[in-house]
């Protein structure tokens, strides 16, 4: 059964603009040409031989385009993709069900695969390498097992904490296990010009450069930025320019070099309560009452990246170039000695 959407008279860019935003050829799909290159080959031998694509993973930091990858792949293959997620997963049961409903060359794709349990990702194995799902009734000696075959299909997987995967699972990936990496500040303004050209903006470029200074290198966030800005100057009834972009993005908190609020409070916790560091990662979770792995997965690899803190054996630091943004100045014990 089918749901249609209600009729209110908004257009679909409008009602759903992420996936509205998503590229739908690979022309569209700017930056990761490795990665193009190589899924390009791939589906082109798979499509020769009449056969599915082999199984693939996609890793790195959120918002860098693996689910896009995945509809493309899906596009280019005139496959169904069916979709889940490891927490939606939750017992042998849903994936019998998930994989006994596939039909033949469809594609599964499951995000947040580092959070399936490990019982799951057993029943993963012969349904990947044999296309057996193997199924066991009753417990104790009584046991027996059910082997149900499945037709050939390619599951897609995605995650942003490949450690968390089993070495077992990862091996089975035999199409190719790829990093996303993060993108250029040139690539980053072509994809949001091709946004603002779908929401009907006419952004000048140095609004787009300055969006794409902020946007932390990642296209989500980026396409986030640009919808922000949008609202900001239909209300001001202003034009898209470098100094709306600028008064739209103070309204969020956001700087000149992309950091958020939170990101300053870090540095601001390292540096002011723990003078410059060395500081635990526990200590300024606690500081700041937010989680550890909050810190250490979504604030702490932009922060090393611009080189604002460093880790070090006995915790982390920040460096002089930490000072100079939030303009305090270097201690003169620590002059000489911060990077």
């Not at 996303?180 to 072509?190: N, S």
Request: aromatic share 6%; charged share 25%; net charge negative.
């Amino acid at each position: 059964m089918s749901i249609e959407p209600e009729n209110t008279g908004e257009t679909g860019t409008e009602r759903y603009l992420d996936s509205a935003l998503r590229p739908t050829r690979w022309d569209e799909y700017i930056g990761q040409e490795h990665i193009k290159q190589n899924l390009q080959i791939l589906l082109a031998a798979a499509k020769e031989r009449s056969h599915p694509p082999e199984h693939l993973l996609f890793y790195g930091p959120p918002g860098l385009g693996k689910t896009t990858l995945a509809h493309l792949i899906a596009k280019e293959t005139g496959s169904q993709m069916k979709a889940s997620s490891g927490p939606a997963i939750e017992k042998v049961g849903d994936l019998a069900s998930i994989l006994t409903n596939l039909s033949a060359g469809d594609i599964l794709f499951i995000d947040e695969a580092h959070r399936l349990n490990k019982m799951i990702e057993e029943i993963l194995y012969p349904a990947m390498e044999s296309g057996m799902l193997n199924i066991i009734i009753g417990k104790g000696p009584g046991a027996r097992t059910i082997q149900i075959d499945l037709p050939p299909f390619t599951l897609i997987a995605a995650t942003t904490r490949i450690a968390l995967l089993s070495a077992p699972l990862r091996s089975r990936f035999g199409g190719g296990t790829f990093r996303l990496e993060f993108y250029t500040e040139e690539e980053i303004a072509r994809i949001i010009r091709r946004s603002a050209t779908l929401l009907q903006m006419d952004p000048q470029e140095e609004a787009l450069m300055e969006i794409a200074h902020r946007s932390r290198l990642t296209p989500r966030i980026a396409n986030q930025y640009l919808k922000r800005v949008r609202d900001y100057v239909q209300v001001k009834k202003v034009p898209i320019s470098q100094k709306t972009v600028v008064e739209a993005l103070s309204l969020l908190e956001i700087d000149e070099i992309g950091l958020s609020a939170v990101d300053r409070k870090i540095l601001s916790c390292i540096i002011e309560t723990f003078h410059g560091g060395p500081v635990g990662l526990s200590t300024i979770a606690s500081a700041l009452s937010e989680e550890e792995a909050t810190i250490e997965d979504v604030y702490e690899p932009y922060l090393m990246r611009l080189g604002l803190i460093t880790r070090t054996p006995r915790g982390r630091v920040a460096t002089e170039r930490a000072y100079e943004h939030l303009g305090h100045d270097i201690p003169k014990e620590a002059q000489g000695t911060l990077l």
